[in-house]
């Protein structure tokens, strides 16, 4: 069972950055594509972005795309999303999983919570106006 830890959320204001950290243990991620989803008050959680398990390819929701990237170190076993020019739609609790599937051969946008199997706490983003 692997356990995912979440950090690096506040309280920014629009315009500023972020960049949210996961850090997997219990057992090794390196095999499997990892995704960030977020929740904001009274909405469903939605996908945000993904990445391979071979680090070859991202793919991003498009509320985000071109602010947010999506990176993973697979020898430190983390996983980042930097997020630019925040908006204070962005505001949510962030969530990073990990996939079901071995060897996912590619991510993108269809892909929903039910993909992935273990979940951390989440981090909280709050973008003032």
């Known amino acids: 069972q692997v356990q995912l830890v979440e950090s690096g959320g506040g309280l920014v204001q629009a315009g500023d950055s972020l960049r949210l950290s996961c850090v997997a243990s219990?057992?090794?991620?390196?095999?499997?594509?990892m995704a960030w989803f977020r929740q904001a008050p009274g909405k469903e959680r939605e996908f945000v972005a993904a990445i391979t398990w071979s680090n070859s390819s991202a793919a991003y929701a498009d509320s985000v795309k071109g602010r947010f990237t999506i990176s993973r170190d697979d020898y430190k076993n983390t996983v980042a999303l930097q997020m630019n020019n925040l908006k204070p739609e962005d505001s949510a609790v962030y969530y990073c999983?990990?996939?079901?599937?071995?060897?996912?051969?590619?991510?993108?946008?269809?892909?929903?919570?039910?993909?992935?199997?273990?979940w951390g706490q989440g981090t909280k983003v709050t973008v003032s106006s």
């Open positions: 999983a990990l996939d079901k599937l071995l060897f996912r051969p590619r991510v993108d946008t269809s892909l929903t919570d039910t993909d992935f199997g273990s």
């Open positions: 219990g057992r090794t991620f390196v095999n499997y594509a």
